[in-house]
């Protein structure tokens, strides 16, 4: 058997097991969807972790993941160092991800995960993996919790009872229930 052989056993293996996940929102969590044209960056308080910041070209805001509630506030951030300022925040300098780099936490204390995967490049999907389940593993025990072209972004907050997944126009945001 040739390398190539090798590859595309591989790339078919790999495409199965992808399919197999189921798509939708994980047992024990809710969903809230946002429209967000341009957006760039977001982050999450380390904290008030149910605190999202949102960068976006229509500007700043926060969000409360327990309510949904939307906050707007003054630009404040730095692509350089990925770092926000909010002035409901304080002091606290919140880690942002998104066009620039960075990243947002891929797993939780309640040990879930998340990772991504593009068997159909560039189109992405996110899963979602509960109690440290390996989606080759068990792809049924997992969910694709997002899927679209082009993700920006996706992790828990710092609690682990949120998760964010954005890519240039939408926003989605989940709460452990």
Request: hydrophobic share 35%; charged share 25%.
């Amino acid at each position: 058997m040739n390398i190539s052989d090798i590859e595309d056993a591989h790339r078919k293996r790999s495409l199965e097991i992808v399919q197999r996940i189921p798509s939708g929102t994980p047992d024990g969590w809710e969903k809230t969807t946002f429209a967000v044209g341009g957006l760039m960056y977001i982050g999450f308080s380390n904290v008030r972790t149910e605190k999202l910041v949102v960068i976006s070209s229509q500007g700043q805001s926060i969000i409360d993941c327990r309510t949904g509630c939307k906050t707007y506030c003054t630009e404040n951030y730095d692509e350089d160092d990925l770092i926000a300022l909010a002035e409901e925040m304080g002091d606290e300098i919140i880690p942002i991800a998104g066009e620039g780099g960075g990243g947002l936490r891929r797993y939780s204390k309640n040990g879930d995960l998340l990772a991504s995967a593009a068997p159909f490049w560039p189109m992405e999907k996110v899963i979602f993996m509960p109690d440290y389940i390996s989606y080759v593993q068990d792809p049924e025990r997992c969910t694709v919790i997002f899927e679209d072209y082009e993700i920006k972004a996706f992790g828990f907050s710092r609690c682990g009872d949120h998760m964010a997944v954005c890519n240039g126009h939408t926003l989605d945001i989940f709460r452990r229930v």
